[in-house]
């Protein structure tokens, strides 16, 4: 089999059932490329195209007052009520106050670190064969040239800007299309029932559609 990346969308189930217009804008945020889809009821920002970082936010996510995805009694979070073209409208999780956001602070504020959202979903998986039977030899050098036993990495990148990732090994030696689990980041062990449930669907459904078979 020969190498290849394949991109699939990873959440097809928070997306419209027809997609609302939408225009998509670049600009450059800390030096490097962004593209920013300016949906008009969510937010949707891809940082560094060739090293990608996705932020997405849908209404009954959480902004978050800090740079990262994490949970403290001092980080002020807003529950997102309603997202326009113009701003974000979040309501205080313990105060229950009412703010707006001027949504593309918020666009950029999620790639500088100045805001934060929660994993609720996965922008995208990205499948790829990692060496070949063809050239599997246990022996060789490994520095130079992988040729150990071929196996195939999947990474799902989250809505909140980090990636997800797994490793499956092929069930019958030569055989390029089955595969089962074989080890997966530390990150995915932290998820949630839901979110693992989630993450396990759009690798299946990334899987399948690059013809592989998931035991």
Do not use: C
Request: hydrophobic share 35%; proline share 6%.
């Amino acid at each position: 089999m020969v190498p290849a990346t394949s991109d699939t969308p990873g959440d097809d189930r928070r997306r419209p059932a027809e997609d609302d217009e939408f225009s998509v804008e670049r600009r450059t945020i800390q030096g490097h490329e962004a593209l920013v889809t300016r949906y008009p009821d969510r937010v949707s920002v891809e940082w560094r195209p060739a090293h990608p970082v996705y932020f997405g936010i849908h209404v009954g996510d959480r902004l978050k007052d800090a740079d990262a995805d994490v949970s403290s009694p001092r980080i002020d979070e807003w529950t997102v009520t309603v997202v326009t073209p113009e701003l974000l409208v979040g309501e205080h999780v313990k105060t229950g106050e009412r703010r707006e956001f001027d949504r593309a602070r918020v666009e950029q504020g999620l790639v500088v670190g100045n805001y934060a959202t929660n994993l609720s979903g996965f922008e995208r998986v990205v499948v790829h064969p990692v060496g070949s039977w063809e050239t599997y030899d246990p022996d060789a050098d490994t520095d130079v040239v992988y040729r150990g036993s071929p196996y195939v990495t999947v990474v799902a990148y989250g809505n909140n800007g980090e990636t997800y990732g797994v490793r499956y090994r092929y069930t019958e030696a030569g055989n390029p299309e089955p595969v089962t689990l074989w080890e997966e980041d530390v990150s995915v062990g932290r998820l949630d029932d839901d979110l693992r449930d989630a993450l396990t669907a759009a690798v299946k459904t990334a899987l399948t559609a690059e013809g592989y078979t998931v035991a």
